[in-house]
């Protein structure tokens, strides 16, 4: 049986394909963009979602510009609007921000003629490296998971999140893969569900043993002893470890410290943002009220009625007890063991 889910992007010279993750689990279909404008679209409205799937996107997306003038080839000038306009796309994960950096270094260093394969070829080699990434997470996070029988997860970052295995559920796909079978329980993960539509999807696909839960049945379990350990992914982790992830990530985080249960965090080296220190710097997104008030159609909460929706909180540094990364692991992070981490890199 398959230990990831069906590859979540593909790209052809004029056309970006993407899993509609906005119709999983019911429906497996892909989306496809042929411009900026639908790339941007796709990001916005999550039907690609995921830290390293939103940078992977976006460097494909660059690709998809078109010129003003009909029959033109794109000009620098174009490609650079069009990575201007997909960094406001979304404003947390730091992954987007990263990749199409590398987009605009190709794009001020490459002559016109060359401009487009190069950045193709730059986009596929985005891609590439986050297969590697992936799987490189899961040899590192499978040691500190193979001594337990049952983890929670929180939101989605698996091979929907990523490229194929994803970030926090690679290390589980590695040990499946290997002959060792955990358990894991999945936070439902209001408002958007991620973690019931797409974690338990993709885990079941891959013959994995999943178990959804609502958000508020976590620290219950904890108690009762059902869960050996918690691992999720991140959208941005700031040089002193402090790590953006979806909405009730920090719940979890204080849940899993007060029953001593270790709390690990999977991010690739792209995922720290080295410029910010604190998590009360990162931009935390404010989404639509109706993915609270009115989710799948049906209103639940009166108009009269104020509504909160931040995609993200931000868990400190010291609630987490390592991440987990494609360099290797870092217990206890700081600011100096991260340095010392991406040090030892070099």
């Known amino acids: 049986m398959a230990t990831h889910a069906p590859e979540t992007i ?65 000009t620098k000038k174009d490609y650079l609007n069009a990575i201007e306009y997909l960094a406001t796309s979304r404003p947390t994960a730091v992954n987007l921000f990263w990749a199409l950096d590398r987009m605009a270094e190709v794009v001020e260093s490459t002559d016109d003629s060359q401009l487009l394969t190069a950045l193709i070829t730059q986009a596929r080699k985005i891609h590439d490296e986050d297969r590697v990434m992936c799987r490189a997470i899961g040899r590192n996070g499978a040691s500190l998971l193979s001594g337990v029988d049952t983890v929670l997860t929180h939101c989605n970052a698996g091979g929907l999140a990523t490229s194929m295995w994803g970030t926090a559920l690679a290390p589980i796909y590695h040990l499946h893969q290997t002959g060792k079978r955990i358990k894991v329980f999945a936070d439902e993960t209001r408002p958007l569900l991620q973690g019931g539509r797409l974690t338990a999807w993709e885990l079941s696909q891959a013959g994995v043993d999943v178990t959804v839960i609502t958000d508020s049945m976590a620290g219950a379990l904890m108690h009762q002893g059902r869960i050996g350990a918690v691992i999720v992914g991140a959208d941005r982790i700031t040089a002193a470890g402090d790590v953006a992830n979806k909405i009730g990530t920090y719940s979890v985080a204080v849940l899993a410290k007060h029953h001593r249960l270790p709390f690990y965090v999977a991010a690739p080296s792209n995922t720290f943002d080295m410029e910010l220190v604190s998590g009360d710097e990162i931009p935390i997104e404010q989404r639509d009220r109706d993915e609270v008030a009115c989710p799948h159609g049906t209103r639940i909460v009166p108009d009269e009625a104020n509504v909160l929706n931040p995609a993200f909180d931000v868990t400190p540094a010291e609630l987490v007890t390592a991440i987990i990364t494609e360099v290797g692991v870092i217990e206890s992070p700081t600011q100096q ?9 070099t």
Request: aromatic share 6%.
């Open 337 to 345: 063991t991260i340095e010392s981490h991406f040090a030892d890199r």
């Open 10 to 74: 593909r790209f052809t010279t004029d056309q970006l394909e993407l899993i509609d993750q906005t119709k999983l689990p019911t429906q497996l279909t892909y989306l496809v963009c042929e411009t900026v404008e639908q790339t941007h679209s796709a990001i916005r409205r999550l039907v690609v979602r995921g830290a390293p799937a939103i940078g992977i996107a976006a460097a494909y997306g660059v690709c998809l510009a078109k010129s003003n003038k009909h029959g033109v080839p794109p």
